[in-house]
């Protein structure tokens, strides 16, 4: 079901894992768990506070938006990967916040976000939490978001069993 509902992104989910050596299955199942596949998908992040920004005055100049829309836009998550504006900014998203709706620019982006996590932090379940929360935060040796880490880690056995049943590897 899941590789079958993501079989339009196939090839550049392939391309953008080859390219920031992200684990396929993985990114599947975030995109699963955070879009189901929809790649206009966007969620405003109320719980961020206004000055969680990247320099949104020198953003706001060189687009010719107001610094307002520079900041909210940059509290926005976006696209398949939900990537959130302001992480996009700081790995070096330049370009324009609709350009995150497509498909190979989300993936590229959300996937070199998901790179920077693997070299930080050691086992999936804490690049998990931490592509959810920003860091993988526990308590009484639970994670914050742990049922995000537990659907995501259902999801990869749900795409690993598919591709087993159909025969790929």
């Excluded at 949104?56 to 509290?75: G, V």
């Excluded at 959810?132 to 259902?154: E, F, L």
């Amino acid at each position: 079901m899941i590789i079958e509902k993501l079989k339009p992104f196939e090839d550049l989910i392939a391309e953008a894992c080859d390219a920031q050596n992200t684990d396929i299955p993985m990114v599947m199942a975030i995109i699963w768990q955070e879009s189901r596949g929809d790649s206009f998908a966007m969620r405003f992040e109320p719980h961020l506070k206004p000055e969680f920004t990247n320099m949104p005055k020198t953003w706001a100049l060189k687009h010719a938006i107001s610094m307002d829309t520079e900041i909210n836009a940059q509290h926005v998550s976006y696209g398949l990967m939900q990537i959130l504006g302001v992480t996009a900014r700081e790995i070096g998203f330049d370009d324009k916040w609709p350009k995150l709706f497509i498909p190979k620019t989300n993936l590229f982006w959300g996937c070199k976000f998901l790179n920077k996590l693997q070299q930080r932090f050691n086992t999936s379940d804490d690049i998990i939490a931490a592509y959810n929360a920003g860091t993988p935060k526990k308590i009484d040796g639970k994670y914050t978001n742990q049922r995000y880490v537990d659907a995501v880690n259902t999801h990869i056995k749900m795409i690993e069993y598919e591709k087993q049943k159909s025969g790929k590897s």
